[in-house]
């Protein structure tokens, strides 16, 4: 069985601060690594992903995330948040042996606060 | 526009109640999924399905049930089994199973039980 933790529930953060939201998961197989961000009342869109080859991945808002297999680990990075980036932010994970027929296992959640 | 439409967006029910969740998208994807979302709990697997007239349970599926028989809807029902059942429900769609293929949600509907 796969899990996710995210340790952090509430993460504030000054404006155009650095921030990281950390997600460290445990699986006995491979898995693939997902960053998803909820705005307020609405559904989730995918922010980036780790399926393979280059441990580091970026979105196209500046957030970036690095895949580290020694310390189980995805944290997520923004070297300098904006006011818009205030959301929940969820790390997710599925394993690799079942090929398209995988399932996300969710993380409980960081809720990120931009303060001005 | 192309997307996922959950319908209603709050949705009150009695104790006792049956209570049917619509989900709809246009996007021609094959799999559609059910989560329920609970404060600090992440997002739980309800039922999927990846293919017309055929779904799976998920991690959670004790008290609710589903159908698909059209490719662009998968209504859930909040039976009067599910013990617990104040939510906030989330439909989900991808062009195949599995996880390669990016997800795209619906803005969700929040279940209450007065």
């Known amino acids: 069985a796969q899990s996710v933790t995210q340790l952090d529930s509430q993460v504030p953060v000054f404006e155009e601060a650095p921030v990281e939201l950390r997600c460290n998961y445990s699986?006995?197989?491979?898995?693939?690594l997902f960053w998803y961000v909820q705005y307020p009342n609405q559904g989730l869109q995918l922010l980036l992903k780790y399926l393979s080859g280059s441990t580091l991945v970026e979105s196209i808002n500046g957030f970036e995330a690095e895949f580290n297999k020694s310390q189980t680990s995805f944290h997520l990075r923004k070297p300098s948040v904006h006011i818009s980036d205030t959301a929940e932010y969820f790390c997710?994970?599925?394993?690799?042996?079942?090929?398209?027929?995988?399932?996300?296992?969710f993380g409980t959640g960081t809720r990120l606060t931009i303060i001005p | 526009d192309g997307g996922i439409t959950q319908s209603p967006k709050y949705l009150f029910r009695k104790e006792g109640q049956n209570v049917t969740l619509s989900c709809e998208q246009n996007l021609n994807h094959d799999a559609m999924y059910w989560y329920r979302q609970d404060p600090g709990q992440g997002l739980r697997l309800i039922y999927y399905?990846?293919?017309?007239?055929?779904?799976q349970k998920g991690d959670i599926a004790e008290g609710y049930s589903v159908s698909r028989e059209k490719k662009e809807s998968f209504p859930l029902t909040v039976t009067s089994a599910q013990k617990n059942p104040t939510a906030f429900y989330l439909c989900?769609?991808?062009?195949?199973?599995?996880?390669?293929?990016?997800?795209?949600f619906g803005q969700g509907t929040r279940l209450t039980v007065v």
């Open positions: 699986s006995s197989v491979s898995v693939y």
């Open positions: 997710a994970v599925s394993d690799r042996a079942n090929f398209g027929n995988e399932k996300l296992t």
């Open positions: 989900a769609s991808s062009i195949t199973g599995g996880t390669l293929a990016e997800a795209f």
């Open positions: 399905s990846q293919i017309v007239n055929d779904f």
